[in-house]
Each structure stands twice: as C-alpha cells, then as structure tokens.
C-alpha cells in the first residue's frame, strides 16, 4: 500500500510540472495566455520544493524496508495458506509449473 500511495503522489508532482500534465493544467494555461515555458518555469520552483519534499517523507517513511520479506516469499507465503486452509490450488504449485 505504501508504494500505491508513493506511485501516486509521484504522478501528481509530475503532471503539476507541466502544461499538458494534467487537464486542469491546459485550462489554467488557456484562460490566463501562459505558453509552455511560461508555465514551466513559474511551476519549476514549486515542483522543486514538492519533489524534495516528497523524497524526504519517502526517506523517513521507509524505515522498515530492511526488515521487509522479499516479495516472492510474501507469495509464497500466501499461497501456502490458502493453499492449507481451503485445499484448493494443490493442482499448481511452484514444483508443478517446473515440470516436478
């Protein structure tokens, strides 16, 4: 969930930064004359300090990622239990799409 809203977040710093970013961002610049550079360059400091900030909550939001498991492990992990609570999915499993 975290990388969802991270994934997120991203994207909106990103498509503020431009003209054709967002649709918001076309209207604002049509109704106002702004050309591209123009709007680049008066959003320019504000996607700056956005970014950073952005960066830095990422840093300190992170804390646990060395004490994540691995993503195939969390599959697996999943798979297992599901597998052992409502006895489906015994037909595929990791030995049987390898051909043992």
Do not use: K, Q
């Amino acid at each position: 969930m975290p990388f969802l809203i991270a994934e997120a977040l991203a994207s909106n710093i990103g498509g503020t930064a431009t003209l054709i970013g967002d649709p918001p961002n076309i209207v604002v610049a049509s109704r106002s004359g702004l050309t591209f550079n123009d709007f680049l360059i008066n959003l320019a400091p504000i996607v700056v300090v956005m970014l950073v900030v952005f960066v830095g909550l990422c840093r300190i939001g992170d804390d646990d990622a060395g004490n994540r498991p691995v993503a195939n492990n969390r599959a697996a992990t999943i798979a297992s239990v599901f597998t052992s609570t409502t006895g489906y999915g015994s037909a595929i499993s990791p030995a049987s799409m390898r051909g043992g």
